[in-house]
C-alpha cells in the first residue's frame, strides 16, 4: 500500500483515536485537548538564541514570535528575562504582542528570577513561568553544590513561589535524562503538588537514546502518583544526532509536550528541530497517531525568517528545510517523480510551504511581479523592506541574465538583515594590485547617519576591505570564519558570504550576498558588527545554573 502523502490531507493528524478529554491551561484558549494531541512548545527565541552567534534584536524576536503564533505553535519561549534588560524587553514586547499563543519566560529557582519572568510575560493574555533545577548527581554536586534534599526543597519553594504570581507553571528537571530515578520521581511529585503545571525532563546534554529515553517518560508514568494532573514535557538537544528520534519516543511513552527549535537551532549542536517532529506526525501518523496545532504549510517561511535573521545558514540536506530536501538530482529519481511523484517524495512540496513559482523574474518585471512573486515565496515584508529588495533586484537583474528564486531568497534575506542598523555601507571600490602595490579598499561607510570615507591597502582585496572597515568603525573584535558560497551556477551568480567575529567571548555571525564577491564581503563584515553592538549592550547571559 502506498504511504499517504503529507499533503493529502489537511493535517495529518489522526483525530479518530480521540480518547478521554482533559482541560489543559497550556494550550492557547485552555482547549479541551484530546489525549493524543501534542502541545508544540518553541523555544528558539531563548534555546536557540543560546546558541553562540544566534543574537537577535528585539524587533526580530517579535517577527519570529509573531510568525510561530500565526503558524499555530502553542507556546512560545521568548527569551531568559533576568538574563539582561534585553531579554527582559525582548520577553515582555514579545507578551504585549502575541495574542493566542502562551507566552513563557525561564527562570532559575529563585525569587528575583521569578518576580522578574512574571513582570516580563504580564502582558500576555496567557503567560507561562518556566523554572528549572538540575536534579543529576553530577550537577547537584559540581553546579549547585547542594545536598538533594535542599534540591528537593528548593523544587517545591520555587514553584509555590511562581504559582502565586500565575496560574501557568512549568517545571524543568535540568539534566533529567541523567537524574537517578528515585530522586527524579519523588522531585516531579513535589513539583506538581507545589502546583506546576507541566513537568519537562529534558536530555540537557543530548546524552540519551530513543528507547531508555522512553522508558524514562514511562517510569514516570508508572511510578508518580500525581503524574496525571500535568503534562510531561520532553526537551531533546542534538549532540547525538537523537534529538527528534528521543522527543518522538518520548511522546509514545506518554509525553504530550515537545519543546523544540526552527531549524533546530540551540545549545551546541541545537534542539530537537520543530519542522522534522512536526512532518514527522503529519507523514507517519499512521505509526505516530497524534496531532499538533501547527499549520506545516508555514515551515519554510519560519526556516528563512529565522537563518536570515540568525545568520544560521541551513544546510542543503538539512531534513525538510534544507534546499535540497525535494530536490532530485539522479536520472533514475527524476525519471520516477516525473512518472509518479510518490516514488522518492514522502511529503509533497506544498505540505511545507515550498512552493515553485511560475513567475519568472527578470530586468523587466516590475514592482507590482516582484510583489506578487514575493508573496509566492511565502515572503511578508514591510514596504520599506520590499523597496530596499526591490532597488536591489532591479540592480542584480540587470548585471545577471536570469534571476533564479534562489536569487530572490539571497537578496531578500540579506535586505531583511539590514532593517534598523547602525552602520550601513554605501560604496566600496577595489583597485587590484600585485607584490609591489597592494590590493586597495576606497569604502564609504555610514554610522548612525554620518557617513565617512577612507582608503586602506592589504594583503588581498578582502583583507584591504576588512582593514578598511576597521579603520572607519575601531573595534578590537577578532575574525574566525571567512565563507563564501556561489547562491547559483555560472560566474554570474551571487555570491554568500559568511563572517565569523569574535570580542571578548562573544561571537556573532553576519550574511551578506550580492553578485561581487567583495561587496558581499563587506556587507557581511558589517552584518556582524551590527550583531556585535546589539550584544554589547547585553550583560552577560546569567549562566544557567540556579
Ligand atoms: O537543556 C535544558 O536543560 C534547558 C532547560 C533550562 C529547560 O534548556
Ligand atoms: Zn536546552
Redesign the pocket.
Given at each position: 500500500m502506498l504511504p499517504v502523502m503529507a499533503g493529502d490531507s489537511d493535517s495529518g493528524s489522526d483525530l479518530r483515536s480521540v480518547g478521554p478529554i482533559r482541560f489543559v491551561g497550556a494550550h492557547h484558549m485552555s482547549v479541551r485537548m484530546d489525549k493524543n494531541r501534542v502541545v508544540i512548545f518553541d523555544t528558539t527565541l531563548r534555546?536557540g538564541e543560546q546558541s553562540p552567534g544566534a543574537s537577535m534584536n528585539l524587533e526580530e524576536k517579535v517577527r519570529i514570535a509573531l510568525l510561530l503564533e500565526e503558524m499555530g505553535v502553542d507556546v512560545i519561549e521568548a527569551g531568559f528575562p533576568i538574563a539582561s534588560n534585553g531579554d527582559f524587553d525582548a520577553v515582555q514586547a514579545v507578551a504585549a504582542r502575541v495574542r493566542t499563543a502562551t507566552v513563557a519566560g525561564l527562570a532559575r529557582a529563585t525569587k528575583g528570577d521569578i518576580d522578574r519572568c512574571a513582570e516580563a510575560i504580564k502582558p500576555a493574555p496567557r503567560g507561562r513561568i518556566h523554572t528549572f533545577l538540575s536534579t543529576s548527581p553530577l550537577h547537584m554536586k559540581f553546579k549547585l553544590q547542594m545536598e538533594p534534599d535542599k534540591v528537593l526543597e528548593k523544587v517545591s519553594e520555587s514553584i509555590r513561589y511562581a504559582r502565586n504570581l500565575v496560574d501557568d507553571v512549568e517545571w524543568s528537571a535540568e539534566d533529567g535524562s541523567r537524574t537517578e530515578h528515585d530522586f527524579l520521581c519523588r522531585c516531579v511529585e513535589a513539583a506538581i503538588a507545589a502546583g506546576a503545571r507541566t513537568i519537562n525532563i529534558?536530555d540537557?546534554v543530548g546524552y540519551a537514546v530513543p528507547d531508555e529515553y522512553a522508558a524514562l517518560i514511562a517510569m514516570l508514568f508508572n511510578r508518580v502518583p500525581n503524574i496525571d494532573r500535568a503534562i510531561v514535557s520532553v526537551?531533546c538537544?542534538n549532540d547525538l544526532g537523537l534529538a527528534v528520534a528521543n522527543s518522538l519516543a518520548a511522546v509514545q511513552a506518554g509525553a504530550r509536550q515537545i519543546e523544540c527549535t526552527v531549524n533546530g537551532l540551540?545549545?551546541r549542536a541545537g534542539?530537537a528541530a520543530m519542522e522534522e517532529i512536526v512532518m514527522a506526525l503529519r507523514t507517519r501518523a499512521d505509526r505516530l497517531p497524534y496531532s499538533c496545532g501547527v499549520r506545516t504549510e508555514l515551515i519554510t517561511r519560519a526556516s528563512r525568517l529565522v537563518s536570515g535573521i540568525t545568520g544560521f545558514a541551513v544546510q542543503p540536506n538539512k531534513a525538510i528545510v534544507g534546499r535540497n530536501a525535494f530536490a532530485h538530482e539522479s536520472g533514475i529519481h527524476q525519471d520516477g517523480v516525473l512518472k509518479h511523484a510518490q516514488t522518492y517524495e514522502i511529503m509533497t512540496p506544498d505540505s511545507v510551504g515550498l512552493v515553485r513559482s511560475n513567475l519568472v523574474m527578470g530586468k523587466h518585471s516590475g514592482r507590482a511581479a516582484f510583489k506578487a512573486k514575493l508573496r509566492e515565496m511565502g515572503y511578508e515584508l514591510d514596504d520599506g523592506a520590499v523597496e530596499d529588495a526591490f532597488v536591489r533586484f532591479k540592480d542584480l537583474a540587470d548585471r545577471k541574465k536570469e534571476v533564479f528564486d534562489e536569487d530572490i531568497v539571497a537578496l531578500v534575506d540579506d535586505s531583511v538583515l539590514r532593517d534598523n542598523v547602525r552602520i550601513r555601507l554605501k560604496a566600496l571600490e577595489i583597485l587590484c594590485g600585485n607584490k609591489n602595490n597592494p590590493p586597495t579598499a576606497g569604502l564609504e561607510l555610514e554610522d548612525d547617519g554620518v557617513v565617512a570615507a577612507c582608503t586602506a591597502s592589504g594583503d588581498g582585496p578582502v583583507d584591504a576591505t576588512f582593514k578598511a572597515i576597521k579603520q572607519l568603525f575601531p573595534h578590537e573584535a577578532r575574525l574566525l570564519l571567512y565563507q563564501v558560497h556561489a547562491v547559483t551556477q555560472g560566474t554570474d551568480a551571487q555570491a554568500e558570504v559568511t563572517v565569523k567575529l569574535d570580542e571578548d567571548g562573544k561571537t556573532v555571525d553576519g550574511q551578506g550576498a550580492d553578485t561581487d564577491t567583495l561587496v558581499a564581503s563587506a556587507r557581511a563584515y558589517v552584518h556582524a558588527l551590527n550583531k556585535l553592538l546589539v550584544k554589547r549592550q547585553k550583560t552577560a547571559p546569567a549562566a544557567l545554573s540556579a
Open positions: 534555546d529534558p540537557t526537551h538537544h540551540g545549545e534542539n
